[in-house]
Each structure stands twice: as C-alpha cells, then as structure tokens.
C-alpha cells in the first residue's frame, strides 16, 4: 500500500490510472448525440429518451428531423459577438433545462457557447452540429413536466412558441433559428 500511496503523493499517471482500477465499475456515460445523428440521417428512432421527447412535441417528427441538420448561415464573428450580448446569453441560459440536467448549468452554458461559436467556424451552423460540437455529454431532459417555459423580457425577444411542446429537440431546434436572427439582428 505505501508503494500506491507514494505514486499518488508523485502525481503520476500510474497513480491515476491505479486509483481509478481500484475505485471499480463505472457507469457508463449517457449520451443522446448518436441516437440524434441516426435520426437525421435515417429517421429510426434508437433510444427511449428520443422517442418520448418525440411523443412530447407538437411538430411532426419530419419537421425535427430536417430541423436538426437545418444549417444557419453565420459567421464565427457575428455568433462570438451576439452570445457575448446579453440577448444572446439570456438565449443560452432559456436552454439549459432542455439537456443534460445533472451538468451544472454553468458548465452546461459554457458548453453550449464554446460548441456554437465550434460549428460556426465553417460559416454556418445547424443543431446536429452543435451538438456534435459539445465538450460534455448531451442528454435530453427526460422529465420534461419540471421545466418550466422561460418568461419573454424586452432583452430576450426570441423563444420557443407555444408549438413546441415539452419537447426537447423542438426547443433546441428553435434555438438555432433563433441564433441566427439574433446574431444577424433579425436580417
């Protein structure tokens, strides 16, 4: 024992790497990104999750399909500029119930930032790719009844209508255009 508690004490990889052989199993991290992408691009619906947000929204499933690989033109600029705004933070933050609740929403809105202003580098963004984008795992809320509709302000204009339901993806999908009129403003 003295021999792992001097390689944790020496800040080794062999250290980390024994310590985490010795805390066990880990559970596997759930991620909705590979069953989002197989619906894209096929239409099967593959995970539980989907098919109940799918249940949730109020949009036919061919409307979210093609919502999700829907490309926005943007530059990275003009995407930088706008989230930096408060419209375009309070856009994030009116997300962050939508997915992966067990993050921290910090983490969670940072997350989604760095991923848009990723998928903008190539002058256009679309929700596939954002979410392809995202440096921690995506989720879609599977308790959808708690989260509660964002109210309208005067310095966040755009939201989800009331056609979106309590679906994840729709109001995810939404953000996208949502994005683009803010960081285009409006045009």
């Given at each position: 024992m003295n021999v792992v508690h001097g390689l944790l004490?020496?800040?080794s990889r062999v250290g980390a790497l024994l310590v985490?052989?010795?805390a066990g199993p880990v559970a596997a991290v759930e991620d909705d990104r590979e069953a989002l992408t197989r619906f894209a691009a096929t239409g099967a619906v593959t995970s539980r999750r989907l098919q109940q947000d799918l249940a949730r929204a109020l949009w036919p499933q061919q409307e979210l399909r093609a919502a999700l690989s829907r490309s926005y033109g943007l530059s990275t600029t003009q995407v930088s500029r706008y989230l930096a705004s408060p419209p375009g933070a309070g856009l994030l933050r009116q997300q962050l119930p939508w997915?992966?609740?067990a993050l921290?929403?910090?983490a969670r809105q940072a997350a989604l930032r760095a991923a848009i202003i990723a998928d903008s580098r190539d002058g256009s963004v679309s929700l596939l790719g954002v979410l392809q984008r995202l440096p921690v795992p995506f989720v879609l809320a599977d308790n959808a009844r708690s989260v509660q509709a964002q109210p309208q302000t005067a310095t966040l204009a755009c939201g989800c209508p009331q056609d979106?339901?309590?679906s994840s993806l729709a109001h995810l999908a939404f953000l996208m255009a949502?994005?683009?009129?803010g960081a285009t403003g409006g045009r």
């Open positions: 004490r020496g800040g985490l052989l010795l997915w992966s609740p921290a929403a910090q979106c339901g309590r949502c994005l683009q009129a």
